[in-house]
């Protein structure tokens, strides 16, 4: 069964600190692996999209990694703003389907 | 990119009654799809619209709650019949264009 498990649930930190979102997913066949942004009250928005080769992408101040083999990906926000309180949604499409799987999400809510 | 817009934005229904919710693209595209969002879960598919045949329903979902309009390849409807408070939930729209998901700014339903 494709599974996206995130972690953690939620998280609070103070404006100017970084964090890091957890993503392992257990979707097979794998194509891509997405991460979306949703302020509250609005639609997901992407972040970024990582291929199977792709490592390491950065969208501003967010940097997407991927480990293929262990079938994990982080999202690294660097500087915090308040702006960046929303939910983090780690979206996997299955190779050949245009169902994704996706995450539950992250909340994250940035104090001042 | 795909700019997607909801209508209503969110409203406030009895049980009983029954609500339509529009979705509008500012593209072409063949396929469109319905999503539910219930409080602090991940979206989960209801259907895929196709212009020009019947939507395509997931498991756990059927036809008579969830009537979904296709007339043309800009535009869909999605009804939700006979609501209860379970139906509560935020409905998104989505599309995939340009290789891309995306998604509308959802209506937001609740349901006393």
Same mark, same amino acid.
């Given at each position: 069964?494709n599974q996206v498990e995130q972690s953690?649930?939620? %998280?609070?930190?103070?404006?100017?600190?970084?964090?890091?979102?957890?993503?392992? =997913?257990?979707?097979?066949?794998?194509?891509?692996?997405?991460?979306?942004?949703?302020?509250?009250?609005?639609?997901?928005?992407? %972040?970024?999209?990582?291929?199977?080769?792709?490592?390491?992408?950065?969208?501003?101040?967010?940097?997407?990694? %991927?480990?293929?083999?262990?079938?994990?990906?982080?999202?690294?926000?660097?500087?915090?703003?308040?702006?960046?309180?929303?939910? =983090?949604?780690?979206?996997?499409?299955?190779?050949?389907? =245009?169902?994704?799987?996706?995450?539950?999400?992250?909340? %994250?809510?940035?104090?001042? | 990119?795909?700019?997607?817009?909801?209508?209503?934005?969110?409203?406030?229904?009895?049980?009983?009654?029954?609500?339509?919710?529009?979705?509008? #693209?500012?593209?072409? #595209?063949?396929?469109?799809?319905?999503?539910?969002?219930?409080?602090?879960?991940?979206?989960?598919?209801?259907?895929?619209?196709?212009?020009?045949?019947?939507?395509?329903?997931?498991?756990?979902?059927?036809?008579d709650k969830f009537p979904i309009s296709?007339?043309?390849?800009?535009?869909?409807?999605?009804?939700?019949?006979?609501?209860?408070?379970?139906?509560?939930?935020?409905?998104?729209?989505?599309?995939?264009?340009?290789?891309?998901?995306?998604?509308?700014p959802g209506t937001r339903l609740t349901?006393?």
């Open positions: 069964k953690p649930q939620s %998280l609070i930190i103070l404006e100017g600190k970084n964090c890091t979102l957890q993503c392992n =997913y257990t979707v097979s066949p794998f194509s891509n692996l997405r991460w979306y942004k949703q302020d509250t009250g609005r639609g997901p928005v992407s %972040l970024t999209i990582m291929t199977f080769s792709e490592n390491t992408k950065s969208n501003g101040r967010y940097t997407a990694t %991927l480990d293929a083999d262990t079938k994990q990906s982080s999202l690294h926000i660097t500087a915090s703003q308040l702006s960046d309180s929303a939910s =983090y949604i780690c979206v996997v499409p299955s190779g050949g389907s =245009y169902i994704p799987t996706f995450g539950r999400g992250t909340s %994250l809510i940035v104090h001042p | 990119s795909a700019v997607i817009s909801q209508k209503p934005s969110r409203d406030i229904c009895q049980r009983g009654t029954s609500l339509t919710i529009q979705c509008q #693209v500012d593209s072409q #595209v063949t396929m469109m799809f319905w999503y539910r969002q219930q409080p602090g879960q991940s979206l989960t598919l209801i259907a895929t619209a196709n212009q020009g045949s019947e939507a395509t329903y997931e498991s756990g979902f059927v036809i296709r007339p043309n390849l800009t535009f869909s409807t999605l009804t939700v019949s006979n609501m209860s408070p379970e139906d509560s939930s935020i409905y998104l729209c989505s599309v995939v264009w340009g290789g891309e998901q995306y998604f509308g349901v006393t």
